[in-house]
Nanobody
């Protein structure tokens, strides 16, 4: 059974940093075609923040490029999202996603950025 478990969310002031973790179990993170982070703010659609392919190519939303970095650690079977220079508009529930024949989702972790 594949599970993705996020952690690392919290409350931070604007300009601060957080690092989110997505620990995978049941399969290797490298077995997914792509793994990514999505976010959903109240009243808005879920949107892609960043993703990384099995080959290591990364992709970022324009709104976070230069501030967020997606990475992975095979030994820990974990994908990370380093978030710097956080803004109030980054406030959302952040979800980890893995795709291999179907989408797998974590339960989400709340990130709140105060102004």
């Amino acid at each position: 059974q594949v599970q993705l478990v996020e952690s690392g969310g919290g409350l931070v002031q604007a300009g601060g940093s957080l690092r989110l973790s997505c620990a995978a179990s049941g399969r290797s993170i490298f077995s997914f075609n792509v793994m990514g982070w999505y976010r959903q703010a109240p009243g808005k659609q879920r949107e892609l923040v960043a993703d990384i392919t099995s080959g290591g190519s990364t992709n970022y939303a324009d709104s976070v490029r230069g501030r967020f970095t997606i990475s992975r650690d095979g030994a820990k079977n974990t994908v990370f999202l380093q978030m710097n220079s956080l803004k109030p508009e980054d406030t959302a529930v952040y979800y980890c996603n893995g795709f291999k024949l179907r989408d797998y989702w974590g339960q989400g972790t709340q990130v709140t950025v105060s102004s």
